[in-house]
């Protein structure tokens, strides 16, 4: 039972260039998230799935796409990746949109070079 | 604006000691409160939280919490540290007029031996 799993763990990308993050999730739960942390800042929320089927906007989605694949799997896209955007990036997850009790992957640490 | 203020970027403590990790937030309403911790190189763990009644929680590891709410305040607190208690903190709040949590910036705890 890996709970929620993130791919890869470590990505460097020079600018410009695209790459996808992966997350799935083996506890049926119906919402997913990806936020971004960076150092004095806490988390910020990027973009959300409340449940399978929709996707919504966060606090700092600029720059970034998103999947809702599947129950199981929501992935984030950079398209054309900024220095700005070397971040720590972690995948959650939520039994509903409630939001009472999150469940974190163990995160993808990002270098836009 | 909404917030969530942690005033301590560190806190050192020693092994036995009481410690107290400091949240206060300014979030109109009835706000849900949480505490996770984040062990280097590892994703987010939720800790406890508060949604109402008595304003002491109880929470893995050992940890409680004290939801002021003439203060604004949901301090985190261990009778007796231990190192191992040595991590990142985080406070979140969610407003009850979303379900979008706002984080505060982290608490990093040092238990010293």
């Known amino acids: 039972n890996a709970g929620v799993t993130q791919t890869p763990k470590f990505q460097v990308l020079k600018t410009g260039q695209s790459m996808t993050l992966q997350c799935a999730q083996d506890?049926?739960?119906?919402?997913m998230y990806w936020y971004r942390q960076d150092p004095g800042m806490g988390l910020r929320l990027i973009y959300y799935?409340?449940?399978?089927?929709?996707?919504d906007k966060g606090e700092v989605p600029n720059g970034y796409n998103v999947s809702r694949l599947n129950k199981r799997e929501f992935s984030l896209r950079l398209e054309s990746a900024a220095p700005s955007q070397t971040s720590v990036y972690f995948c959650a997850i939520t039994r509903d949109s409630t939001n009472e009790k999150l469940f974190f992957g163990s995160g993808t640490q990002l270098s836009v070079l | 604006a909404q917030s969530v203020a942690q005033p301590e970027d560190q806190v050192n403590v020693a092994e036995g000691n009481p410690l107290t990790v400091k949240c206060t937030y300014s979030?109109?309403?009835?706000?849900?409160l949480f505490w996770y911790v984040q062990y280097p190189n590892r994703g987010l763990q939720f800790l406890l939280k508060?949604?109402?009644?008595d304003n002491l929680v109880k929470g893995s590891y050992g940890f409680e919490a004290e939801f002021n709410k003439s203060q604004t305040s949901f301090h985190l607190k261990k009778p007796s540290a231990l190192v191992s208690d040595s991590a990142l903190y985080f406070c979140?709040?969610?407003?009850?007029?979303?379900?979008?949590?706002?984080w505060g910036a982290g608490t990093k705890l040092i238990i010293k031996p």
């Open positions: 979140a709040v969610r407003p009850d007029s979303n379900y979008q949590l706002i």
């Open positions: 508060y949604i109402t009644g």
């Open positions: 506890m049926n739960h119906n919402s």
């Open positions: 979030v109109s309403g009835n706000p849900y």
């Open positions: 799935s409340a449940s399978e089927g929709t996707t």
